[in-house]
């Protein structure tokens, strides 16, 4: 690539991204490669403004680069917009790193200041180095494909014009040009996982092969193409092994499984609905004779039967834990309430819809607790003479399904459960001769009294 072609090459770069009569917000710490970007839309007379964080992680020196981006914006005759940020003070809060507080502080500034100013692009200087430095992280961490693809062009409203100029070739039109710009000392730091990679092993690749950067960009390209191809082919398949029932996605475990790469289909298929590499080698085991298996994302869940997986929204899911800190508490959750009724004595019938029960007062310690069920709860089922019996064995004994399972719900006092509501009471909290006190548990939908909505 030939220096004085970079100016074309970055206008055509820009327009493969949008339009050239929009309007552009640049991000411009003051380094090489944001200062040369500035330049680059000055001389095409592009529409923009500059806008610069301030972390304040350098001391004096993140305030002289504030000084310093102001003073280009004003030399390009552009707005500009600056803002600071706590970002240590921001990292501890969050319990992340500097490089993630970082970013998320500055993404959301952008985007705050290009919605009220009208500006229909927010642009960063990534460049080719970046985005080859990114590849090789990625794969030391372990990927797939998309790990491969670098550092996209274009996401929502951030576009990355300079991805086609490594940062020597920047660097030599930033010196042809006179083009001045900030040096940041913690560049050189190598505390950075990025900085090791770019002083460590990308020095070392590049002794090896000075076109390192440009061949691993060709083939970043060609795998961008080969994920279109993939995508194509997923929704081809999805239409042979993939059908709706209403808003549940039924697929097929025999078609499944008369295709090659039914993990990755899956995979690929599945990640939208948040599911993860290890749910789907799960799922890919369970398609031949497991039936009831449950996997769960934030939002969605499959359940496993003998012929297909059904891809389900979640509803009315329960996994939140609510106290009642006296009788008195009336608690509204997952669209159900809970409340309590108090009695002198005992009632002279005890026979109740599923959703009530009777409990003797003296017996329960508040507060108590409304939960899901766990692994390994254990309690001593009403009748059955206090013998213990594990929760998974009660399910199986009265054949709950799966989905029945899920919306099990305990009351629990001191550790202890006192009733698994809708289903079955604990001996240990039963109306006696001896009760001086009843509560009335009650347990109803927000809509009506059926337990299951």
């Avoid at 304040?56 to 680069?65: K, N, P, V, Y």
């Avoid at 500097?98 to 927010?122: C, G, N, T, V």
């Avoid at 939002?299 to 006296?326: C, G, M, W």
Wanted: glycine residues 6%; contains cysteine.
């Amino acid at each position: 690539m030939k220096n004085e072609r970079i100016e074309s090459l970055f206008l055509d770069q820009l327009s493969k991204l949008c339009a050239t009569e929009d309007r552009f917000l640049l991000a411009v710490s003051g380094g090489l490669d944001s200062s040369v970007m500035a330049h680059l839309f000055d001389f095409h007379n592009l529409d923009f403004a500059i806008a610069h964080c301030n972390f304040q992680l350098r001391g004096t020196e993140s305030d002289a680069d504030e000084k310093w981006v102001k003073n280009l914006a004003e030399n390009l005759n552009c707005p500009f917009f600056s803002v600071r940020f706590e970002t240590q003070q921001y990292a501890d809060e969050h319990k992340i790193s500097i490089q993630l507080a970082a970013r998320e502080l500055r993404y959301e500034w952008l985007e705050k200041i290009r919605q009220e100013h009208d500006y229909q692009y927010i642009v960063t200087a990534h460049h080719l180095t970046d985005s080859v430095e990114n590849v090789f992280m990625n794969i030391t961490r372990g990927t797939g494909i998309r790990g491969l693809l670098g550092i996209p062009p274009i996401r929502g409203r951030i576009i990355r014009p300079l991805l086609f100029a490594s940062r020597a070739v920047l660097e030599k039109f930033a010196e042809e040009q006179e083009i001045e710009y900030r040096l940041d000392a913690s560049n050189a730091e190598e505390k950075y996982t990025r900085n090791k990679f770019r002083h460590r092993i990308m020095s070392e690749l590049a002794r090896i092969n000075p076109a390192v950067e440009q061949n691993v960009g060709d083939m970043m390209e060609r795998f961008r193409q080969m994920e279109a191809f993939l995508n194509f082919s997923i929704g081809k398949i999805a239409e042979e092994v993939v059908s709706q029932k209403g808003d549940d996605f039924i697929i097929s475990k025999e078609k499944l499984s008369g295709f090659p790469g039914a993990e990755y289909f899956l995979f690929e298929w599945l990640r939208p609905f948040g599911f993860n590499g290890t749910q789907v080698v799960d799922l890919v085991q369970s398609i031949e004779n497991q039936s009831g298996k449950l996997f769960v994302s934030e939002k969605f869940e499959i359940v496993s039967t003998a012929e297909s997986f059904v891809l389900s929204r979640r509803k009315n899911i329960f996994y939140e834990e609510l106290e009642i800190a006296s009788p008195d508490d009336v608690i509204y959750f997952s669209n159900h309430i809970f409340k309590i009724e108090q009695m002198a004595g005992r009632p002279d019938n005890l026979e109740s819809p599923r959703n009530v029960a009777f409990v003797d007062f003296e017996k329960l310690i508040f507060p108590l607790k409304i939960r899901g069920w766990r692994a390994g709860d254990k309690f001593q089922p009403l009748g059955l003479g206090g013998k213990k019996q594990k929760l998974q064995d009660f399910f199986s004994n009265n054949k709950l399904s799966v989905f029945e399972k899920r919306k099990v719900r305990i009351l629990e006092s001191a550790g202890d459960i006192v009733w698994i509501i809708g289903w079955r009471l604990d001996e240990r909290f039963k109306i006696t001769e001896k009760t001086k006190k009843t509560l009335k548990l009650i347990f109803e939908s927000v809509n009506d009294s059926h337990l299951d909505e």
